[in-house]
């Protein structure tokens, strides 16, 4: 069984910083592609940042030279440090996962709870 926790989340004035991490754990044989996602009330899920394995990185428009994705491959880590934080990143940010688990032959997604974040004006 594979899990995926995040943590970092809260309240935090325009302009501020906060640093989101996921932790994956469980039998993992092959950790992937790995990405934050955020969604905000009433709207769709959307895609915010990505980062291979091999640390190629890809970033949203709105939070480009904002936001930063980083991966701890030695850890199963994933964190996304945000800066200038605007009330419209204001959403739950959720955590997603590549991940082949030990004895599978396949890869698939995996999700986190997700963590609040709260941009205030």
């Known amino acids: 069984q594979v899990q995926l926790v995040e943590s970092g989340g809260g309240l935090v004035q325009a302009g501020g910083s906060l640093r989101l991490s996921c932790t994956a754990s469980?039998?993992?044989?092959?950790?992937?592609?790995m990405a934050w996602y955020r969604q905000a009330p009433g709207k769709q899920r959307e895609l915010v940042a990505t980062?291979?394995?091999?640390?190629?990185?890809n970033y949203a428009d709105s939070v480009k030279g904002r936001f930063t994705i980083s991966r701890d491959n030695a850890k199963n880590m994933v964190y996304v440090q945000m800066n200038s934080l605007k009330p419209e990143d204001t959403a739950v940010y959720y955590c997603?996962?590549?991940?082949?688990?030990?004895?599978?032959?396949?890869?698939?997604?995996?999700w986190g709870q997700g963590t609040q974040v709260t941009v205030s004006s």
């Open positions: 997603n996962a590549n991940i082949r688990e030990t004895g599978s032959i396949f890869s698939r997604n995996y």
């Open positions: 469980g039998s993992i044989f092959r950790l992937n592609a």
């Open positions: 980062i291979t394995s091999g640390g190629n990185t």
